[in-house]
T-cell receptor, first 116, second 109 residues
Framework: IAGITQAPTSQILAAGRRMTLRCTQD?????MYWYRQDLGLGLRLIHY???????GKGEVPDGYSVSRANTDDFPLTLASAVPSQTSVYFC???????????????FGAGSRLTVL | GQNIDQPTEMTATEGAIVQINCTYQ??????LFWYQQHAGEAPTFLSY??LDGLEEKGRFSSFLSRSKGYSYLLLKELQMKDSASYLC??????????WGAGTKLIIKP
């Protein structure tokens, strides 16, 4: 693999079910992110991780959790899915989280989730 | 609140030039980014501006005016493959990225 791999590509889920979206990167980037993208809205940050072992809340964290056990993996879990979580989810990574300069994000191909 | 404004949709002709504007109101400024996103695909990085002026990269150029809270992306010699959404994002004083909703660019032959 080269870059970021997300799985599944697409999923239909019943409300109330638990779901984990997987994200793996092979660029040894320190920072990783989960965004959701909804029609008519900009990308919104759900959770982020500055480095392995640390995570932080973004703009829309409610209903989601993440873990960062190692550098490469950053799974996103919906404990009990609701229809408002229907969205396209993008995992991304960068060399570093903060700081001056162009911390360019590399994105995965996205996971399209539909909650019924 | 923080806000990024871009036109929702623009149409241009193959071979022509198009300018996509982005205005922003954010708490602080630490750089402005443009990303390209083809339908059903991931966003990919196009350009970064932190100082006023024009940055040119092949057929694409990006301009920034910090005093006006304004940027534009200029695409020259348009090709059909340029049909995509173009996302403007600003890094605020907390180094958080604030994203615009994107401009869908339609290229006609």
């Amino acid at each position: 693999i080269a870059g970021i791999t997300q799985a599944p590509t697409s999923q239909i889920l019943a409300a109330g079910r638990r779901m984990t979206l997987r994200c793996t990167q092979d660029m040894r980037h320190n920072a990783m992110y989960w965004y959701r993208q909804d029609l008519g809205l900009g990308l919104r940050l759900i959770h982020y991780s500055n480095t392995a072992g640390t995570t932080g809340k973004g703009e829309v964290p409610d209903g989601y959790s993440v873990s960062r056990a190692n550098t490469d993996d950053f799974p996103l879990t919906l404990a009990s899915a609701v229809p408002s979580q229907t969205s396209v989810y993008f995992c991304a990574s960068s060399d570093s989280l903060t700081g001056f300069g162009a911390n360019v994000l590399t994105f995965g191909a996205g996971s399209r989730l539909t909650v019924l | 609140g923080q806000n990024i404004d871009q036109p929702t949709e623009m149409t241009a002709t193959e071979g022509a030039i198009v300018q996509i504007n982005c205005t922003y109101q954010t708490s602080g400024f630490n750089g402005l980014f443009w990303y390209q996103q083809h339908a059903g695909e991931a966003p990919t990085f196009l350009s970064y501006n932190v100082l006023d002026g024009l940055e040119e990269k092949g057929r694409f150029s990006s301009f920034l005016s910090r005093s006006k809270g304004y940027s534009y992306l200029l695409l020259k010699e348009l090709q059909m493959k340029d049909s995509a959404s173009y996302l403007c994002a600003v890094k605020d004083s907390n180094y958080q990225l604030i994203w615009g909703a994107g401009t869908k660019l339609i290229i006609k032959p």
